[in-house]
């Protein structure tokens, strides 16, 4: 169950990452870098939820139902 | 041809009528069906149903309006769903597991099972109904925005709101929660296409994404990122942790979750939710766009309407008009089922001892309209922003946390008198934060503050209460009551 605690990594990059991301330059694909950043937060959580699911043992084995 | 905007828009509402009426058929409709469609959902359904939550009014206009009015700050909306995920793949498999081993239907019905107390649901019954109120009202401020622009001033937002709060009300006497998934799948699909037209069409009319962006930063330096405006970093935070954490306890969403047909539906949903919400930039990108092309609208609910009426034709102005009726439809009728079921299910239940089902669905069924009408007075009487309104009803139903993250994973954290303590100091001070006005405190998010004292409370009433039952017990011999 170790692999939940990867969980922990979305909220810090949102809430701890913003103080060092508000800065409009450099833009980067077009956006000003804070936009970037938290666009990039989001595609992160995703990744780290995937991880997550993939490792973690409840989703293994037939899915209980009724 | 301005008409053709509206023939569009009306088109859409039949369709969307006519799922609803499929949906329901052959289904027999007691309450249970009505309203979590018999536990019957997959992960596709459930996904929907929840992204229904997403897509709506407040996105689609209020998004853009907040892009168009305040810019930076808009980026919280982008940020709390994510997280919101992340907390769901913990708690929600075990709320809908607690809710399927004792048959629940509604949030109330979790309180009064978890801390066994006919009062503290009856009272979250209420405050449900509450925080409900402004969030519909939000939906109605759209849809009469909508068809006010889309009939090029024709007819006043004030009677498309009545137009729209009686096809809501219209259908979901009609179709319950079944059909708010079929239309919940209509409505993704066109509102998808449409989002990502307009998201990235208006940004290239005004030069494209790069240009536009140094164009508004030229025009209006540090409004792009936080701290021009008195919503600055630490509002950022703690907003968006106060929103994370409020995400399903909306009476509709925590419902939701018990539509769902096995809890790994939860987990799996946490992995692509987040992905789904990155269509939300393309909104903002509309939100920018109209600065450059409609400047200086007084009501910034307008902008992404007046900016797509002054770009494109009148038949296009209806597709996007309709795309916005249906992303006001599915959540709309979801809020509204979920606050008729709160008082007839919650309250006039147990007030009314001997009601049969039949009444207290005929109520559930009448309280809809009611409800509805009681929205539309706000609606009329009210300029708020959308996403203004939507922060007021985060502040009430966030009050809920404390006691279900502490009910859920502990056993006894949380007691009954706590839990009641804790919601009434968070309901009372949210209260006084929305008739004063107040939405900041200190830079941070009022309502995160209120949220903060609510669990303090919770916690200190609990632990207290609760070492007075055990010496209490080890005097008499007598089990805690709790």
Redesign the interface.
Known sequence: MAV?WL?IL??VA??VG??FA???TP?VL???F??FY??A???F??L???V??VL?P??KGP???D | MHSAALVIIFLTVVIALILGLLAARGKQMNLQQWTVAGRSFGALFVFLLMAGDIYTTFTFLGGSGWSYGVGGPTLYILSYGSLAYVLAYFMLPRIWRYAKTHNLISQPDYFEQRFQSKGLAMLVALVGVVAIIPYLQSQFTGLGLIVEIASYGAISSVWGMVIAMVVIAVYVTLSGVRGSAWTAVLKDIVLLAVVLFIGIALPLHVGGFSAMFHKIDAMRPGFLTFGSTAMGIPWFISTVLMTAVGFYMWPHAFGAVYTARSERVFRNNAMFLPLYQLILLFVFFVGFAAILIVPGLTNSNLALMSAVTKVYAPWFVGVIGGAGMLAALVPGSLMLIGASTLLSENIYRPLSRNATPAQVQLVARVLVWVIAAITLFFAANSNATIVALLLMGYNFVTQFFPAVILGVFTQRGANRIGALCGILVGVILVAIFALTGTSIIWGLNAGFLAVILNAIVVLAVSAATRSAATVESASTGATPAD
């Open positions: 939940r969980a979305p909220p949102f809430l913003v103080l508000n800065s409009i833009y077009g956006l000003p804070l936009w938290i666009s937060c989001v595609v959580t995703a780290v939820m995937i997550v699911y973690d409840a989703n899915e209980l139902q």
